[in-house]
C-alpha cells in the first residue's frame, strides 16, 4: 500500500480542487477512503459551511463497517475542532480506520498536529508530509492566513510588447485578447476580493464582478484616500458590495462601506480586509497601486499578461522579473511567485 499513498493523495489533490471559488476562508481539501486497493468512498469539502471533505467521503461509502481497517487519505489533516461543523476527528476515531495518511498538518493551532495526535492514541495509524510541496502549493491561501495573518495577494495586470500598461492619457482598454480576459473572469471568480486604487477606478470606470465566467461575484476594494471616487462610478452606483478605504469617512450606504483609517497604509488596509473574511484579493490596479504592492513586497503572486500591441509611449509596467510564459489566445502569460 504504501507504494500508492502518493497516487491517492494525488487524488485528493484532484478532488480538492473542485471547491476552488466557494470554500474560503477554509482551505481546499479532498479525501479518499481505500481498502484493498479498491476506492470505496471519496468526497471534498463543497461550500463554506457545509461538511468537510471527510465527512462527504464517509458518506458516500455504502456499508459504514467497511470504514474500519481502511486507509483514509486526507490532503489536510482533519480539523479537531468545534466550527461551522463538528471536529472531522472524531468521526474517525468513531469508525476506526486501520490508518490516516496526509500531504500537510493544518497550520491552525486549534488543530497544528493535534488531531493527528488524537488519531495515534485510538489505535489509527498516521502518515503525513506525502507530497507535502504540492500540498502547500495547493493550499497556499490557507497557509499564507493561518501563517501571517493577511490575505493572500495576487497582482494582475496587462502589458504591451513594449512594457506599458496604460497609454499617456491613464487609458488602457484593451491590451490583452478576449481569450485572457475571459481566463481573468474566471480568476475573479476563484477569490473573494478584487482591489484597484481610485485612479483606475476614474479613469476605467470598471465593473469588476465576474461576466463571461460562471462564478460568483468577489467582493470590491477601492483605496481612495481623499474620497476623489465620482458618484456616477459603477463601483459605487450598482448593488455589490465594496468596501472603499480613506481617510475621512466612516460610513454604509447600500452595500458601500466607506472604511476610515487612522494609521492609513497598505499592510493596515491588508490587515484589516482579512478581519473582515476575505482571504485573498486579485489587485487590478493601475502602475500606482501596483508598484505599492511591490515596493512594500506586500504580494504574494503576480499574472501578467503581455500582448503584441505596441504604444511607443505611455505608463510603464512595473519592474518585475518575467520568465516562463505560456501562450493564451494570442497572449503570453507570465505568473511569478513571491513565496517559498
Not at 473542485?18 to 479498491?38: D, H, Q, S, T
Not at 496526509?102 to 488524537?118: A, E, I, W, Y
Not at 490583452?176 to 476563484?190: A, M, P, Q
Not at 484579493?281 to 506586500?298: C, D, P, R, W, Y
Request: aromatic content about 8%; overall charge positive; charged content about 30%.
Amino acid at each position: 500500500m504504501k507504494d500508492n499513498h502518493k497516487k491517492y493523495i494525488q487524488r485528493t489533490f484532484y478532488l480538492a480542487k473542485k471547491g476552488i471559488g466557494r470554500v474560503a476562508p477554509n482551505p481546499l481539501v479532498g479525501c479518499v477512503i481505500v481498502k484493498n486497493n479498491i476506492i470505496i468512498g471519496e468526497g471534498y469539502h463543497k461550500r463554506f459551511g457545509e461538511n468537510h471533505a471527510e465527512i462527504n467521503a464517509i458518506n458516500s461509502v455504502v456499508n459504514k463497517n467497511d470504514i474500519k481497517g481502511s486507509t483514509v487519505y486526507i490532503n489536510l489533516e482533519p480539523c479537531n475542532h468545534y466550527g461551522k461543523t463538528p471536529p472531522c476527528s472524531d468521526e474517525l476515531v468513531k469508525l476506526q480506520p486501520k490508518e490516516v495518511i496526509v500531504s500537510n498538518k493544518d497550520p491552525n493551532p486549534l488543530t497544528n498536529g493535534k488531531s493527528l495526535q488524537k488519531l495515534k492514541e485510538n489505535s489509527i495509524q498516521v502518515k503525513s508530509e506525502i507530497l507535502e510541496k504540492e500540498g502547500y502549493e495547493l493550499n497556499r491561501r490557507f497557509f499564507k492566513n493561518q501563517n501571517k495573518k493577511l490575505p493572500y495577494v495576487i497582482l494582475k495586470w496587462a502589458q504591451t510588447e513594449d512594457r506599458f500598461i496604460a497609454k499617456e492619457d491613464g487609458s488602457s482598454k484593451w491590451i490583452s485578447s478576449d481569450v485572457s480576459r475571459t481566463l481573468v473572469h474566471k480568476w475573479r471568480s476563484e477569490e473573494p476580493g478584487i482591489l484597484i486604487g481610485v485612479n483606475t477606478a476614474i479613469h476605467d470606470n470598471p465593473r469588476l464582478n465576474v461576466r463571461s465566467w460562471k462564478g460568483q461575484n468577489p467582493i470590491r476594494v477601492m483605496i481612495d484616500p481623499q474620497n476623489r471616487c465620482y458618484k456616477n462610478q459603477n463601483l459605487l452606483k450598482d448593488s455589490l458590495v465594496t468596501l472603499i478605504y480613506n481617510k475621512e469617512i466612516n460610513k454604509e450606504i447600500n452595500k458601500k462601506h466607506l472604511i476610515k483609517l487612522d494609521k492609513f497604509n497598505l499592510k493596515n488596509i491588508l490587515k484589516n480586509i482579512y478581519e473582515r473574511g476575505i482571504s485573498s484579493i486579485m489587485v487590478e490596479g493601475g502602475a500606482k497601486t501596483l508598484n505599492s504592492f511591490i515596493e512594500h513586497n506586500l504580494w504574494d503572486e503576480a499574472r501578467v499578461f503581455q500582448s503584441k500591441m505596441k504604444f511607443i509611449k505611455g505608463i510603464k509596467a512595473p519592474k518585475i522579473n518575467l520568465k516562463n510564459s505560456k501562450k493564451i489566445g494570442d497572449d503570453l502569460l507570465f505568473i511569478i511567485k513571491n513565496y517559498a
